[in-house]
């Protein structure tokens, strides 16, 4: 079983609150989808060539990387949908 | 005028003989939702409004068009229902989650643009399983979706809205999305046609992703014809999606004898698809429906996919380090769900000044994602940390490549592979709602599609003996073979 230190870690990194209720069920959860996954180990997978990306998704259509210049309407639009915002900015708390 | 079990034909035909008015159409269709979406829960949101000015705006079209003796694309006037992970503007797009509950899409997804250009009839956005992840709909944050043919059974997922909305005729077709199993799933337990198609074959843009290399948009229809003008519809290159390609089709041939003179048509049935676990309803149904494929002139060949027993960990490792990749935009900052102004943060702070970034991105990813998107995080962000990666994310990308072997080499002796989508018909609403490992392995028959990228077709077949619940048949093609998912299956259509 995968221990509250772990859970508590991963969800630090995937920037995730979790209560104490939601821990314990995801110690239960994840422990039991995580040994299922465990099938993979047994594959023999030497036949196949560290993946190699072409046999992936072929990304035909890359376009030249030039700035494109959005219609100020789709700036406006895009702010809107900000939570907190002033003029034209976006509003994040201090970094430093 | 009253409401029947239209085709995108019948209204067609309906428009230009001027039996009635996409308005007249419209106002039908909103009526029946009003009627009976309250027992259903079909949609998240009802776009009335726009519903009605498209239809306005079709009807002033269809009189020029008629007047002039010039045709109109065969989707002008019919009325659609539309997956709320896919943008519409101006409309809610919530994607069955907190997170994005008031979220207001700013532009049309490219598959919506492609629809609204041809003058389809948008009615609402359908609910889903919170960010599409699940089989049932039952993850939805928003709503409880039900099943038409038996309410106290889920209609399947994700897009069991826009499912469910089809078998209550509250639509006359509608658009989902398909990851893992959730275009064909839910076609399957409500019993409607439904087309996962090939990977690039329909743009991604405007469609919030959920895992970026598995995802693909599909029509949910009543009958194959339906199913198949969507596809064209909506289908091609666009540059908002990089993934995306033009394809020619070949046009599609319905003679059983054409099909089969010049060289046997194969169908390929995978043994591993008919192994334990699978309900001996659901079998009977395909395998008969199988046989009658034989009567008919066809070649059955048993074949083997030896590693779809690996298919199920592979993608949920896959799907769920896409998903946590993906789904980190929702911070709290641009849009969506934020704890930005809230003030009287309990706990740990006691005034918004001292509330610092990292506050914002935990308390508005805890409280804005429900409890399936946060374990998917939580695996994803396991299978790609340190330490974790090649055990789990590296391998189970070397296994998808063994799956699309299995797929390349199958495709070489057979046309089609044929068997079930899912192992049972459509569950209780809760059974399996507390157990994520049981969920998932409804997947089992659907995944390594995905994982391949083939286009694949949930096609009703029949209806269980003792619950009188629907069984979708999966057609299975090669790359960018839609055509020839439509010819058998308009046969099949026609035999059971």
């Known amino acids: ?96 | 005028m009253e409401l029947r079990d239209f085709t995108i034909k019948d209204i067609n035909k309906g428009l230009k003989a001027k039996e009635f008015s996409a308005t007249e159409l419209t106002k039908t269709y909103l009526d029946q939702i009003k009627k009976t979406d309250d027992k259903i829960g079909a949609y998240l949101s009802v776009t009335e409004d726009l519903a009605l000015n498209q239809a306005k705006q079709v009807d002033e079209e269809i009189v020029l068009k008629l007047r002039s003796g010039q045709e109109f694309p065969i989707l002008t006037g019919v009325p659609c229902a539309i997956k709320d992970n896919i943008l519409v503007e101006g409309e809610k797009c919530t994607c069955a989650s907190k997170m994005l509950e008031n979220y207001i899409a700013s532009y049309d997804a490219f598959c919506v643009k492609k629809l609204k250009e041809s003058g389809t009839i948008i009615l609402g956005k359908t609910n889903l399983d919170e960010f599409a992840f699940g089989s049932s709909t039952e993850n939805s944050a928003l709503k409880v979706t039900k099943n038409p043919c038996d309410l106290s059974r889920v209609p399947g997922g994700s897009s069991g809205g826009s499912a469910a909305a089809l078998a209550s005729n509250q639509s006359v077709f509608a658009l989902g999305t398909d990851t893992g199993c959730s275009v064909r799933t839910p076609a399957s337990f409500c019993g409607v046609v439904g087309l996962k198609t090939t990977y690039g074959s329909i743009s991604r843009s405007g469609v919030i992703a959920s895992a970026s290399s598995l995802d693909q948009v599909g029509p949910l229809a009543k009958n194959v014809e339906d199913c198949e003008i969507i596809f064209n519809t909506i289908s091609g290159r666009d540059l908002q999606d990089a993934t995306s390609v033009e394809f020619k089709y070949l046009s599609v041939d319905r003679q059983v004898k054409n099909l089969i003179t010049k060289k046997p048509f194969v169908i390929g049935v995978p043994k591993e698809f008919f192994s334990k676990g699978l309900d001996k309803d659901v079998e009977k149904i395909i395998k008969n429906t199988i046989l009658k494929l034989e009567d008919q002139g066809f070649k059955i060949q048993e074949i083997s996919l030896p590693s779809t027993e690996y298919a199920l960990a592979c993608y949920y490792i896959i799907q769920t380090s896409e998903a946590s990749s993906n789904l980190a935009r929702f911070d709290g900052i641009r849009y969506g769900y934020s704890e930005t102004q809230n003030s009287c943060l309990v706990g740990r702070q006691s005034n918004a000044k001292d509330q610092n970034l990292l506050d914002i991105y935990l308390k508005s990813r805890g409280i804005g994602f429900g409890p399936e998107s946060k374990r998917r995080i939580m695996l994803g962000t396991y299978t790609l940390s340190v330490g974790y990666y090649d055990a789990y994310y590296k391998k189970a990308q070397q296994v998808r490549q063994l799956i699309k072997q299995d797929f390349a080499k199958a495709f070489e002796k057979v046309d089609l592979i044929m068997g079930p989508v899912v192992p049972f018909p459509a569950f209780k609403i809760g059974e399996k709602f507390d157990d994520p490992l049981s969920m998932y392995l409804a997947d089992i028959y659907t995944v390594p599609v995905n994982l391949a990228g083939l286009p694949a077709m949930s096609l009703p077949v029949g209806k269980t003996a003792k619950e009188n619940l629907p069984v979708g048949l999966q057609i299975i093609a090669n790359h960018f073979e839609e055509n020839k998912i439509f010819n058998i299956a308009s046969i099949i259509e026609k035999i059971v």
């Open chain 1, 1 to 96: 079983m995968i221990s509250k230190d772990e859970v508590l870690k991963i969800a630090r990194l995937a920037r995730l609150e979790l209560s104490d209720a939601e821990v314990e069920k995801m110690q239960k959860d994840l422990s039991s989808i995580l040994d299922y996954f465990d099938i993979l180990k047994n594959i023999d997978t030497l036949s196949v060539k560290s993946y190699n990306k072409s046999s992936l998704i072929i990304n035909s259509n890359l376009r030249e990387d030039n700035t494109i210049f959005e219609k100020s309407e789709n700036n406006d639009k895009l702010i809107q949908s900000a939570p907190d915002k002033k003029d034209d900015y976006i509003k994040v708390k201090a970094i430093l």
